[in-house]
């Protein structure tokens, strides 16, 4: 089945460590995308991709780095330069051209403790 | 600067009632206006809509796009509990990023 898959469901760490998010897709989609949700906010972008081996900043990409080495894979790091990183992070990937529906992860709740 | 406003951000009805929800936008390069379903985890896509006046129908729900007046509404007809969720409206911009609203929580009582 064609899909989005993200890991681990729910991460733990202690204040000061760095953490990366995974995010697979297996749509052959070239757009992914990482957002972050807090209460109140709906979702806010942190980084895009629109093709392998390039990443854009979003709004708010300050304490997280990605990469894009692959098609398939866009894996979000939380450093510890990231001052309030406990959230939910979806991750969402899209075709390019007139069909943009965005298809989700089912995202990953992290806290820092 | 671009940005997405929903409202109301949240609204209580009684099963049954018909409710609208409104999403305004201002963004450059606008390609697509979507909406969503979020439940629990991850949004569930509703609806696209790309061209003004045309409506799109899904069962009880049904979207229209306004493009000279910047704005969408997401009409719920007949509403359900099950209908009770975060509806996310968001823009899709040239550069294929999308802006998102903070959302608008319907809770639909028995």
């Known amino acids: 089945d064609g899909g989005i898959t993200q890991s681990p469901k729910y991460l733990f760490r202690k204040e000061g460590q760095n953490v990366t998010l995974s995010c697979e897709q297996n749509?052959?989609?070239?757009?992914m995308y990482w957002y972050r949700q807090d209460p109140g906010q709906g979702l806010r972008l942190i980084y895009y991709s629109q093709i392998v081996n390039d990443f854009q900043k979003g709004d708010i990409a300050e304490g997280y780095s990605v990469s894009r080495e692959k098609k398939e894979s866009f894996p979000l790091t939380v450093t510890s330069a990231q001052k309030n990183p406990t959230a939910f992070y979806l991750c969402?990937?899209?075709?390019?051209?007139?069909?943009?529906?965005?298809?989700f992860g089912q995202g990953t709740r992290l806290t820092v403790v | 600067e671009d940005k997405v406003v929903q409202s109301p951000l949240s609204l209580v009805v009684h099963e049954g009632d018909t409710v609208t929800l409104n999403c305004s936008y201002e963004?450059?390069?606008?390609?697509?206006l979507l909406w969503y379903k979020q439940e629990k985890k991850a949004p569930t896509f509703l609806f696209m809509l790309?061209?003004?006046?045309i409506e799109k129908k899904s069962g009880r729900l049904s979207s229209i796009l306004d493009k000279k007046e910047l704005f969408s509404i997401l009409n719920i007809t007949a509403t359900q509990t099950g209908d009770s969720a975060v509806y996310l409206c968001?823009?899709?911009?040239?550069?294929?990023?999308?802006?998102f609203g903070a959302g608008t929580r319907l809770t639909v009582k028995p």
């Open positions: 749509l052959n989609h070239d757009a």
């Open positions: 969402a990937s899209s075709a390019q051209g007139v069909i943009t529906e965005a298809f």
């Open positions: 790309t061209s003004s006046g």
């Open positions: 963004v450059t390069n606008f390609r697509s």
């Open positions: 968001a823009v899709e911009r040239g550069n294929n990023d999308m802006r």
